[in-house]
């Protein structure tokens, strides 16, 4: 219900205009492969301005919540905190989810459904744990920009970890102790965030389906960084005097 006052659909439906516009240009300017290059771009476009949307719209909520005393007048129920966290992360996820199956829709067009499909499955597991990264950083830091540059900031290092990856292999064969320990240090950042470049690629449109194995790495990933990231909100929001 707070997704339909926001006048979050919207934006979504702008979106999906700024993408069918988009989709006519390169179908004029594309010599070969149109409908190749239409779903690549596309798809990227639609999926980069999803998380943006849902990064936006958990951070904008929760703020309004904390600034209008909502927050304070729902803990003074006779309810857990938990509760009241679940309950909103039920219902950001709820939110992400519909809006997953919205920006994928039009992709139908572009690419066999089958393929939509699994696509649209990724990016709905992505957009749950970019709705509960928001929930935690809102949670944290209580205030729109810190929150959301947070949110974005994970979100963009996650997207292009493979590439740090490959720029710090290259320090491998190096002697200096500093590129080495830039080295170490990436591998574990690699290994604590979610892998966002590894999931919805648009690959999995054009050339073969995912394989079973990297379908379910992104459900368990979906299912454990939103658990981790839920459990240190509620740790978080137990701490605070409201």
């Known amino acids: 219900m707070e997704a339909l006052r926001s006048r979050m659909l919207w934006l979504v439906g702008a979106l999906l205009l700024v993408a069918a516009a988009a989709a006519g240009f390169l179908q004029q300017v594309t010599l070969i492969e149109t409908t190749r290059v239409q779903a690549v771009i ?3 476009l639609l999926r980069g301005c999803a998380a943006f949307l849902v990064a936006s719209f958990v951070v904008m909520s929760m703020v309004r919540e904390y600034n209008d005393k909502v927050l304070e007048l729902m803990l003074a129920q006779p309810w857990p905190r938990a509760a009241y966290l679940f309950g909103k992360l039920a219902g950001f996820s709820a939110a992400a989810l519909a809006l997953a199956a919205i920006v994928s829709a039009p992709l139908a067009f572009l690419a066999p459904a089958p393929r939509v499909a699994v696509w649209g499955l990724s990016l709905a597991c992505e957009l749950v744990i970019v709705a509960s990264m ?4 809102v949670i944290t830091l209580t205030h729109v ?7 974005l900031g994970f979100y963009l290092l996650g997207r292009s970890m493979a590439a740090i990856e490959i720029i710090a292999r290259a320090a491998e064969t ?5 590129d080495r320990a830039a080295n170490w240090l990436v591998t574990g950042i690699a290994a604590i965030l979610p892998r966002f470049d590894l999931m919805t690629q648009t690959g999995w ?6 394989p079973a194995a990297a379908l379910g790495s992104v459900l368990a990933q979906a ?20």
């Open 145 to 151: 920009v810190p929150a959301l540059a947070a949110v």
């Open 42 to 44: 596309i798809a990227a």
């Open 134 to 137: 928001s929930l935690f950083c």
């Open 174 to 178: 190096s002697q200096a102790w500093t």
């Open 205 to 210: 449109l054009v050339d073969a389906p995912p």
């Open 223 to 242: 299912v454990i960084y939103t658990a981790l990231l839920v459990t240190a909100a509620q740790f978080d929001l137990h701490r605070q005097n409201l």
